[in-house]
Each structure stands twice: as C-alpha cells, then as structure tokens.
C-alpha cells in the first residue's frame, strides 16, 4: 500500500495502535529494489507529527515554544490593539539561552551478555576522568546532569561527577541507546527489526522533546546542562536540533566519551558548538567502541 494511501487511512480514524502499526510497516518495511528500482524514499515515522519544512526552510515553532503560537489570538482585545498583543508575547518570550552538552558514554565492555554487567573497560574508567577533567576546566556552572539509566552512562556519570561536585544528577529511561530511525543510506551491518524503530524511536524523539527546546519564559539566567547518553541518541538529537533529515544520523560518528555542544538561543535557532570532541584526550585514549 502507497505511504500516501496509508496516511489516508490512518487519519480516517484507524485505531492508534494499529494506525502506527501501519505507518511502521510502509516507512520501515519497504522493500529494497535493485536494478531499475525507483529511488528509495525515506517517510517519516508515525510518531513523528507534521511534515517538516521543506529542505533549507527554517521553522522557527519546532520545539512549539514560538511565543505568537502560544497566544490565543482569538481572545485579543480590540480596543487595546497591538499593545495588549506585546505585552502578552512578551510574557512568552524566553530570555536565556542555554548550552546543552551531549556525553556520550566512556568504552565498555561490550560483549557481555546482559546489561547490567556491560561496566567500563580500565580505558573507558580512564576516559571518564579525561571527560569530567575538561569539563571542570570550562569554569562553567552547570545546572544539572541528566544521564542514561544504562550501566555503562551510570558508570560514566559517576566519575565525571566527581570533578563537579554539588551538580544535581537524574537519572532517566527516555535517554537509553536504541534504534531511533531508519538510516539512510542504510547500513549491512546493523538491521535492527522493524519492531525496535518503532518502539526506541518513538522514546528517543521524546527524550528530544523533552531535553531540547529553548528556555522556559521563568528563565532568567543562561543555563549549563550536562546528558550523558548514547552515540545513536546524541547523533539523532543533533540531527532533529539543526533541522538536518534525522535519516543521516548513522552518517555522524562520536568517540567515547566525547563532547557535543549545542546552544539553543531565545529566539529557537540552535548552533552546534562542537561535535563529539576528544581533542582533550590522548591519541592512545581514545576509541568508538
């Protein structure tokens, strides 16, 4: 059945499991065709709403905290006119920025059978260290870390906490590694089933909704927020932030335990600061695994 059939289909009131199952099966299930195959196009999951923007075109609203859309124009006062339109947008409008840095998890032991016991390697334990002591050297007041409820992000928050003493910890499910999309163009060695995109996907673009968005109106000071997490996360949160095709995910790679930068500004545009950096670590400590 076509995509466009599909989606037809789904908004004619199918019930949501099965409407998602649907989608699922169209945007993740599509046969590959060789030879004359018309090109593989890559539809958007269920879970992933409206239609973006076109290629190169900016949405302004993408995290839905544009303070225009956040005002019931219907309920304006016409006598009072623009200046009751200002005022209301104003108390919207957020005033800080933040700076949100990505971790990804130090090297791991990763062939152990269950999860909990996939603990840092020595090197992954030494690599925390570097990651907590570049840091601790930025002089900046963090606000918070956020990290993955994983054993190997734990074990990684644990000894990077120690050279920020006094920062908050929480601890969450949404941000655990997972499948989050279809990557195009795909790849032999990695084909997770179909099953997996819909159920990790649906959690990671959560986990973006919920971390990554510009600063509440209440926020009056410029923020520093630590997430220490996953290569296939961080990859898909940064894709989604800059309004990159999240399909190319899998096209970025991130060290262990390197850094990712991203600052949201009050207006909503997002800038990318750094890129898994592990320009801080010795050549001889750094990996992928």
């Not at 599909?6 to 009131?13: D, E, F, K």
């Not at 570097?130 to 870390?145: D, M, Y």
């Not at 968005?213 to 000071?221: N, V």
């Not at 989604?240 to 909503?268: C, K, M, Y």
Request: hydrophobic share 40%.
């Amino acid at each position: 059945m076509a995509f466009r059939q599909a989606l037809q289909l789904a908004a004619c009131g199918l019930a949501g499991g099965s409407a998602a199952v649907l989608f699922s099966a169209v945007a993740v299930g599509k046969p590959r065709g060789g030879g004359d195959a018309e090109p593989r196009v890559v539809e958007p999951p269920a879970w992933a709403g409206a239609a973006r923007p076109g290629p190169g075109v900016w949405d302004p609203n993408w995290d839905r905290r544009e303070p225009l859309s956040l005002v019931n124009l219907r309920k304006r006062n016409l006598e009072s006119g623009e200046e009751e339109l200002t005022s209301r947008l104003d108390h919207y409008k957020a005033k800080a920025t933040r700076h949100i840095f990505l971790i990804r998890h130090s090297q791991y032991h990763v062939d152990a059978s269950l999860e909990k016991d996939r603990t840092l390697t020595p090197l992954g334990r030494e690599q925390a260290e570097l990651t907590g002591l570049r840091l601790a050297s930025l002089g900046l007041k963090f606000n918070k870390i956020v990290h993955s409820s994983m054993t190997r992000a734990i074990e990684t928050t644990d000894i990077i906490s120690k050279h920020l003493p006094g920062v908050c910890r929480v601890s969450t499910d949404l941000l655990r590694e997972g499948a989050p999309i279809e990557p195009d163009p795909p790849v032999s060695h990695w084909k997770p089933e179909a099953v997996q995109y819909y159920e990790d996907g649906a959690r990671i673009e959560a986990a973006f909704r919920n971390y990554i968005h510009r600063a509440d109106a209440k926020q009056q000071e410029d923020s520093y927020e630590i997430f220490i997490c996953h290569a296939n996360v961080i990859r898909y949160i940064v894709c989604r932030a800059l309004q990159f095709p999240p399909e190319g995910w899998l096209r970025l790679s991130l060290n262990n335990g390197s850094i990712t930068h991203l600052v949201v500004r009050p207006d909503g545009r997002v800038a990318l600061r750094a890129l898994g950096d592990t320009g801080f670590m010795p050549p001889d400590k750094i990996s992928r695994s």
